[in-house]
């Protein structure tokens, strides 16, 4: 028989204002195999947890059960108390009356029915609870980063500099991400390469970083403390080992006239190229869709030019294996593309869909007034690059409205409209600023003295309102939107639009995701485990999240959050070895008939192959095993097998059939 | 326990309550990192929802098998409601898609039986969706309210007399065969030991129903008959494989009896290397295009739930627990069946309303897109329930749902969830 103890909380008056915790007491002591029940004004307080222990010691309770909130807010307290009588953690359950009753119920009666039932129930399971022990796994103390921007950076530097192995992945040819593309930064106007290119240099010359560029994750196999992750380097045509980066080729290669992505369309670039000067690496890669010798065979200029003899036509993709313990995701954003932002989402037609030439998007400013940018710094339109008298700066484009998909605040573009009017100001003192706007959100140290510098000091007028039109007209931009504040309709005549348009994560996140198995929302952008509590980690246990790929950040947002992420991944690595939770499956070996349909079904590959075989070694039968390390207690396996062969440590067969046969008393 | 069960459906519950003042008992299913998170968050926003739930925790949609539900039913609840993370979220990245096909063939297969589909729920709520879980609660205890008490399984008053057929039109016998080929090929293989002996049907007491032989020399073979029957043979080849760990068996197999053998190939449960196949011509393979109802005589969609219902319950209410339709099936290959699980008792062994209903479901469910509509199970049936149908129906199914399989693919499809998957009756 068992020995169970019943311990019904009463929260203050959380629970017991609604439920008649003395009845439910009163209603579990008559239950079979229940020794003790009592209840308790706070359960969790010490007095409290001292109840259960002493019951414990005295009543020599085989079991636990502890009526109260859920278990996520105070399961472990009570499995530690438990832990700390003797009694294994996993003999203690809790039944949560207080979400499930008495905050959701009014009727006092019918809630305290209900937690008997609830009581009734988990005593039943807790009878069939076996002692269950952590299981220890072996840890990698090396992290790797995916993304190679500001928020990727910081979070490597932090780790190696914490003397932890780093690999960094990043897709593009160089890393630096977005950041290196800006011009100044908000809102003190340092300039953002000059902050940042110490930095780029120094991953890369860091001794515990590995740095993968132009490369992008394969395959993520393991489990937290031991992932083992496949990375596809992609070939970049050029020898890394013996090019000195000199970039005589992308002088001479005769493809000069291909939009540079770096300068946001508005420069060129060569089909050999690198793609910024400050780039790291700083080695040239071959646009094998651009180029003329992929295209047709001919032309070879690039490999004729160069000494070492770097170039190499015939390079094939790589794979790399990395074994990992820890990973930190910081793959950024892209901007919204009016013309085609994809995903289901409707572009802009009404502003001309990327058509117009001089509407521009925000990091297309940033390049224009960027002093390396393909103007050297000075504000010149697209089209015709005169320097434009009137500018008209358009926030919330994509953001903050359903009708067009995205119902989320960009965050950061009040911000950078604010600082872009102001550049623009200082560059061409006598022209005019125009930012239209919904609210102005500014809520940062020094953000709103910013934004405020930009109307006092710098006169850029700031009208409330919404355009519903941008067409083009002698060479000028119509801009036709409302004042709601005047509550008049305006038409004004621009040279240059530019566009506040909505941050969106990566194409390709939700892929990556799942690799990880990372929570992510209906935008792809990556689910953190609790929004206040875990807010740099991920649900995927090892996998920590930075940056703008969780949802929109600045810069010092994305930093803080990148190092935030390190110092989890440095705390997971403290350790000798890791506890897992013992909830996994098991195989019964002896009623397996070894159809693996649980293999086919298992998220994390963790059923294997067992054979059975007699004294002689003559193979008797094939079953599953399932290896208790990467296996993370989902179930599916339990419920697929047919012949219920499986189980699952803490939820078995027994288990949910008594909590079932005890639905009704 | 069997008889306890019986006499705890909710009609017996609500016997002596005011119909006025009639609940209904719900059971919730819920994965432990959305919806009982959701479930949670409506508790701090301290939103109201009505009491009669109770909700089971489990670590993912994944884990919920319907034995669960239908133990939920057996004892005592009105209605049911499971519900996870949505597609996409899942805490163990793909435990709901396998959750989902399960469900989408579950729902088909209760449908087709007659079971009130507003009595089983399914939905996907998030951790953050604490509105959500207490529309759901509302529309579900509601929806379950309106139903009234669930009446159980036995079989409904005067079901048996609604005038359907009892038994399953027979299966259509294929061509003729006045030969059986390959007879000289199993001589010789018997001869020169390349076999150690092969499965065929000899002429049986009952002219239309050969009986199953192991012929071991040359001279048994001459015995082989040439007409074809519904005669389970794939089981006792499987079972002989299992027996004995060595050596090489043939069989005589004719299109179906091939089907089966590839398909336990793929479910790993028969090593091609030790099987020989002596090809012979009979009816085919492939399922037809004709729906199941019309090809086994049963109530289709067009008669009412309740009159199907009425039908089905009726029809399982005769089974007498023999298990004929296991053992005569192809492709019940499991080494020891879920009914004959002790701990739990799953599924009541002695031949109760509940536990009949409970049996030929799950047996059916086992078979649902993996069935190769032999008709074994129907012929197997001493008691003529038309067993073929249920697989023949969730096979085509499958097929609607989930699309055709991949090329060579013989395993089950509830194997292989996907996000695009679609079920649109999830809440």
Same mark, same amino acid.
């Given at each position: 028989?068992?020995?169970?103890?019943? /311990?019904?909380?009463?929260?203050?008056?959380?629970?017991?204002?609604?439920?008649?915790?003395?009845?439910?007491?009163?209603?579990?002591?008559?239950?079979?195999?229940?020794?003790?029940?009592?209840?308790?004004?706070?359960?969790?307080?010490?007095?409290?947890?001292?109840?259960?222990?002493?019951?414990?010691?005295?009543?020599?309770?085989?079991?636990?059960?502890?009526?109260?909130?859920? @278990?996520?807010?105070?399961?472990?307290?009570?499995?530690?108390?438990?832990?700390?009588?003797?009694?294994? @953690?996993?003999?203690?359950?809790?039944?949560?009356?207080?979400?499930?009753?008495?905050?959701?119920?009014?009727?006092?009666?019918?809630?305290?029915?209900?937690?008997?039932?609830?009581?009734?129930?988990?005593?039943?399971?807790?009878?069939?609870?076996?002692?269950?022990?952590?299981?220890?796994?072996? +840890?990698?103390?090396?992290?790797?980063?995916?993304?190679?921007?500001?928020?990727?950076?910081?979070?490597?530097?932090?780790?190696?500099?914490?003397?932890?192995?780093?690999?960094?992945?990043?897709?593009?040819?160089?890393?630096?991400?977005?950041?290196?593309?800006?011009?100044?930064?908000?809102?003190?106007?340092?300039?953002?390469?000059?902050?940042?290119?110490?930095?780029?240099?120094?991953?890369?010359?860091?001794? +515990?970083?590995?740095?993968?560029?132009?490369?992008?994750?394969?395959?993520?196999?393991?489990?937290?403390?031991?992932? &083992?992750?496949?990375?596809?380097?992609?070939?970049?045509?050029?020898?890394?080992?013996?090019?000195?980066?000199?970039?005589?080729?992308?002088?001479?290669?005769?493809?000069?006239?291909?939009?540079?992505?770096?300068?946001?369309?508005?420069?060129?670039?060569?089909?050999?190229?690198?793609?910024?000067?400050?780039?790291? @690496?700083?080695?040239?890669?071959?646009?094998?869709?651009?180029?003329?010798? /992929?295209?047709?065979?001919?032309?070879?200029?690039?490999?004729?030019?160069?000494?070492?003899?770097?170039?190499?036509?015939?390079?094939?993709?790589?794979?790399?294996?990395?074994?990992?313990?820890?990973?930190?995701?910081?793959?950024?954003?892209?901007?919204?593309?009016?013309?085609?932002?994809?995903?289901?989402?409707? %572009?802009?037609?009404?502003?001309?869909?990327?058509?117009?030439?001089?509407?521009?998007?925000?990091?297309?400013?940033?390049?224009?007034?960027?002093?390396?940018?393909?103007?050297?710094?000075?504000?010149?339109?697209?089209?015709?690059?005169?320097?434009?008298?009137?500018?008209?700066?358009?926030?919330?484009?994509?953001? &903050?409205?359903?009708?067009?998909?995205?119902?989320?605040?960009?965050?950061?573009?009040?911000?950078?409209? =604010?600082?872009?009017?102001?550049?623009?100001?200082?560059?061409?003192?006598?022209?005019?600023?125009?930012?239209?706007?919904?609210?102005?959100?500014?809520?940062?140290?020094?953000?709103?003295?910013?934004? &405020?510098?930009?109307?006092?000091?710098?006169?850029?007028?700031?009208?409330?309102?919404?355009?519903?039109?941008?067409?083009?007209? %002698?060479?000028?931009?119509?801009?036709?939107?409302?004042?709601? +504040?005047?509550?008049?309709?305006?038409?004004?005549?621009?040279?240059?639009?530019?566009?506040?348009?909505?941050?969106?994560?990566?194409?390709?996140?939700?892929?990556?995701?799942?690799? /990880?198995?990372?929570?992510?929302?209906?935008?792809? /952008?990556?689910?953190?485990?609790?929004?206040?509590?875990?807010?740099?980690?991920?649900?995927?246990?090892?996998?920590?999240?930075?940056?703008?790929?969780? %949802?929109?950040?600045?810069?010092?947002?994305?930093?803080?959050?990148?190092?935030?992420?390190?110092?989890?991944?440095?705390?997971?690595?403290?350790?000798?070895?890791?506890?897992?939770?013992?909830?996994?499956?098991?195989?019964?070996?002896?009623?397996?008939?070894?159809?693996?349909?649980?293999?086919?079904?298992?998220?994390?590959? =963790?059923?294997?192959?067992?054979?059975?075989?007699?004294?002689?070694?003559?193979?008797?039968?094939?079953?599953?095993?399932?290896?208790?390390?990467?296996?993370?207690?989902?179930?599916?396996?339990?419920?697929?097998?047919?012949?219920?062969?499986?189980?699952? =440590?803490?939820?078995?067969?027994?288990?949910?059939?008594?909590?079932?046969?005890?639905?009704?008393? | 326990?069997?008889?306890?069960?019986?006499?705890?459906?909710?009609?017996?519950?609500?016997?002596?309550?005011?119909?006025?003042?009639?609940?209904?008992?719900?059971?919730?299913?819920?994965?432990?990192?959305?919806?009982?998170?959701?479930?949670?968050?409506?508790?701090?926003?301290?939103? $109201?929802?009505?009491?009669?739930?109770?909700?089971? $925790?489990?670590?993912?949609?994944?884990?919920?098998?319907?034995?669960?539900?239908?133990?939920?039913?057996?004892?005592?609840?009105?209605?049911?409601?499971? !519900?996870?993370?949505?597609?996409?979220?899942?805490?163990?990245?793909?435990?709901?898609?396998?959750?989902?096909?399960?469900?989408?063939?579950?729902?088909?297969?209760?449908?087709?039986?007659?079971?009130?589909?507003?009595?089983?729920?399914?939905?996907?709520?998030?951790?953050?969706?604490?509105?959500?879980?207490?529309?759901?609660?509302?529309?579900?205890?509601?929806?379950?309210?309106?139903?009234?008490?669930?009446?159980?399984?036995?079989?409904?008053?005067?079901?048996?007399?609604?005038?359907?057929?009892?038994?399953?039109?027979?299966?259509?016998?294929?061509?003729?065969?006045?030969?059986?080929?390959?007879?000289?090929?199993?001589?010789?293989?018997?001869? !020169?030991?390349?076999?150690?002996?092969?499965?065929?049907?000899?002429?049986?007491?009952?002219?239309?129903?050969?009986?199953?032989?192991?012929?071991?020399?040359?001279?048994?073979?001459?015995?082989?008959?040439?007409?074809?029957?519904?005669?389970?043979?794939?089981?006792?080849?499987?079972?002989?494989?299992?027996?004995?760990?060595?050596?090489?068996?043939?069989?005589?197999?004719?299109?179906?009896?091939?089907?089966?053998?590839?398909?336990?190939?793929?479910?790993?449960?028969?090593?091609?290397?030790?099987?020989?196949?002596?090809?012979?011509?009979?009816?085919?393979?492939?399922? !037809?295009?004709?729906?199941?109802?019309?090809?086994?005589?049963?109530?289709?969609?067009?008669?009412?739930?309740?009159?199907?219902?009425?039908?089905?319950?009726?029809?399982?209410?005769?089974?007498?627990?023999?298990?004929?339709?296991?053992?005569?099936?192809?492709?019940?290959?499991?080494?020891?069946?879920?009914?004959?699980?002790?701990?739990?008792?799953?599924?009541?062994?002695?031949?109760?309303?509940?536990?009949?209903?409970?049996?030929?479901?799950?047996?059916?469910?086992?078979?649902?897109?993996?069935?190769?509509?032999?008709?074994?199970?129907?012929?197997?049936?001493?008691?003529?329930?038309?067993?073929?149908?249920?697989?023949?129906?969730?096979?085509?199914?499958?097929?609607?749902?989930?699309?055709?399989?991949?090329?060579?693919?013989?395993?089950?499809?509830?194997?292989?969830?996907?996000?695009?998957?679609?079920?649109?009756?999830?809440?």
């Amino acid at each position: 028989m068992s020995r169970i103890g019943v /311990f019904i909380c009463h929260c203050g008056e959380n629970i017991g204002r609604t439920v008649d915790c003395a009845r439910v007491a009163e209603a579990a002591g008559a239950l079979p195999g229940v020794v003790h029940a009592v209840d308790n004004k706070y359960m969790c307080s010490d007095p409290g947890q001292n109840m259960v222990r002493a019951a414990i010691r005295d009543l020599k309770l085989d079991g636990v059960v502890v009526a109260a909130c859920s @278990p996520a807010m105070h399961e472990p307290t009570f499995r530690r108390a438990t832990f700390n009588e003797g009694l294994n @953690p996993f003999r203690c359950e809790m039944v949560n009356v207080r979400e499930q009753c008495s905050w959701v119920h009014e009727d006092r009666p019918a809630a305290t029915d209900k937690a008997i039932d609830l009581v009734r129930m988990m005593v039943e399971k807790v009878k069939r609870n076996e002692d269950l022990f952590p299981i220890k796994v072996p +840890l990698t103390r090396r992290a790797l980063v995916v993304g190679g921007g500001i928020a990727g950076i910081q979070a490597a530097l932090d780790m190696a500099n914490a003397g932890i192995p780093v690999v960094m992945v990043e897709k593009e040819p160089s890393i630096g991400g977005h950041m290196s593309q800006l011009s100044e930064t908000f809102p003190t106007l340092d300039c953002s390469q000059c902050i940042l290119t110490p930095r780029m240099v120094e991953v890369a010359q860091h001794p +515990l970083i590995t740095l993968h560029t132009y490369s992008e994750v394969e395959k993520v196999e393991g489990y937290i403390g031991n992932f &083992r992750v496949t990375i596809r380097k992609k070939a970049r045509s050029v020898d890394m080992a013996k090019c000195t980066g000199c970039g005589v080729c992308q002088q001479k290669c005769p493809q000069k006239k291909i939009p540079s992505a770096f300068d946001a369309g508005l420069g060129h670039r060569a089909a050999i190229y690198i793609p910024f000067p400050q780039a790291v @690496p700083n080695k040239p890669v071959i646009d094998r869709e651009r180029c003329t010798h /992929f295209k047709t065979g001919k032309c070879g200029v690039c490999e004729k030019v160069c000494g070492p003899g770097a170039v190499d036509f015939e390079q094939q993709d790589e794979f790399v294996v990395e074994n990992v313990g820890a990973a930190v995701l910081a793959t950024g954003y892209q901007l919204y593309d009016i013309g085609d932002p994809g995903a289901g989402l409707r %572009g802009y037609p009404e502003y001309g869909g990327g058509k117009i030439a001089d509407v521009i998007d925000g990091l297309q400013f940033e390049r224009l007034a960027s002093a390396s940018g393909p103007t050297g710094g000075e504000i010149r339109r697209p089209s015709d690059g005169k320097v434009p008298q009137t500018v008209v700066f358009l926030q919330c484009v994509g953001s &903050r409205d359903r009708a067009k998909g995205i119902e989320y605040c960009s965050k950061i573009c009040c911000m950078y409209t =604010a600082k872009h009017a102001l550049l623009y100001k200082h560059k061409v003192h006598e022209g005019k600023a125009v930012v239209f706007y919904m609210d102005v959100r500014a809520p940062g140290k020094g953000y709103d003295e910013f934004v &405020r510098r930009a109307v006092e000091q710098d006169e850029v007028l700031y009208l409330r309102g919404k355009v519903s039109r941008l067409y083009e007209d %002698g060479g000028q931009i119509v801009v036709s939107g409302v004042d709601t +504040l005047a509550g008049r309709q305006m038409e004004i005549r621009a040279d240059l639009v530019v566009l506040a348009t909505a941050i969106r994560p990566q194409t390709g996140a939700a892929r990556l995701a799942q690799k /990880f198995g990372v929570g992510y929302d209906g935008h792809a /952008f990556y689910s953190e485990a609790h929004p206040k509590l875990r807010p740099v980690e991920s649900a995927a246990a090892g996998v920590m999240l930075a940056g703008a790929c969780q %949802g929109p950040k600045d810069i010092p947002e994305a930093v803080a959050q990148a190092s935030a992420a390190a110092a989890k991944v440095a705390v997971l690595f403290s350790r000798e070895t890791l506890d897992r939770e013992p909830v996994v499956a098991r195989v019964n070996e002896t009623v397996c008939a070894g159809c693996f349909a649980c293999q086919e079904v298992c998220p994390y590959g =963790a059923v294997e192959l067992n054979e059975v075989r007699d004294r002689q070694g003559r193979l008797l039968r094939r079953t599953a095993r399932v290896n208790a390390g990467v296996c993370n207690g989902c179930g599916t396996c339990v419920a697929t097998c047919p012949s219920k062969s499986l189980e699952l =440590a803490g939820y078995t067969d027994e288990q949910i059939f008594a909590q079932i046969s005890a639905l009704v008393p | 326990m069997s008889a306890e069960t019986d006499t705890r459906g909710a009609a017996a519950i609500v016997g002596g309550e005011d119909a006025a003042t009639w609940q209904p008992r719900i059971t919730a299913f819920v994965c432990r990192w959305c919806t009982y998170a959701g479930a949670d968050l409506a508790g701090t926003s301290r939103l $109201k929802y009505p009491p009669q739930i109770r909700l089971i $925790k489990l670590p993912c949609t994944g884990r919920i098998d319907p034995l669960f539900l239908l133990r939920a039913f057996a004892m005592g609840s009105d209605g049911v409601l499971v !519900s996870g993370c949505h597609p996409g979220d899942c805490h163990y990245t793909s435990g709901n898609y396998a959750a989902r096909r399960r469900w989408v063939m579950f729902r088909e297969l209760l449908d087709f039986v007659g079971m009130d589909q507003n009595r089983i729920h399914f939905s996907w709520v998030s951790a953050a969706e604490g509105g959500k879980f207490v529309d759901v609660v509302r529309n579900v205890t509601d929806t379950v309210r309106a139903l009234g008490p669930f009446p159980g399984f036995a079989p409904a008053e005067g079901a048996l007399a609604r005038g359907w057929a009892t038994t399953g039109r027979a299966k259509p016998a294929g061509p003729a065969a006045t030969e059986l080929p390959g007879r000289d090929a199993m001589r010789a293989d018997l001869v !020169s030991g390349a076999v150690k002996a092969v499965l065929g049907l000899r002429a049986g007491r009952r002219a239309d129903h050969p009986r199953a032989m192991w012929a071991r020399s040359p001279e048994e073979v001459g015995l082989f008959t040439a007409a074809d029957a519904a005669t389970p043979l794939v089981p006792l080849l499987l079972r002989r494989l299992r027996e004995e760990p060595e050596g090489v068996f043939g069989i005589v197999a004719g299109p179906g009896r091939r089907e089966a053998i590839a398909r336990l190939q793929a479910e790993q449960q028969i090593d091609p290397a030790r099987v020989r196949v002596y090809e012979r011509d009979g009816a085919p393979a492939a399922p !037809s295009d004709e729906p199941a109802w019309e090809i086994h005589g049963v109530p289709g969609p067009d008669v009412p739930a309740e009159d199907r219902w009425a039908f089905w319950s009726a029809a399982f209410s005769r089974c007498l627990r023999c298990y004929a339709c296991r053992e005569g099936c192809p492709t019940c290959s499991c080494v020891r069946c879920v009914a004959d699980k002790t701990r739990p008792r799953w599924i009541d062994s002695s031949p109760t309303p509940a536990g009949n209903w409970v049996w030929n479901v799950t047996r059916a469910f086992h078979q649902a897109g993996r069935c190769v509509e032999c008709g074994a199970c129907s012929d197997a049936c001493p008691v003529g329930i038309p067993l073929a149908a249920l697989g023949a129906h969730l096979n085509r199914a499958a097929l609607r749902d989930f699309g055709p399989p991949a090329e060579g693919e013989r395993r089950s499809p509830l194997l292989f969830g996907r996000q695009d998957d679609q079920a649109p009756f999830i809440l």
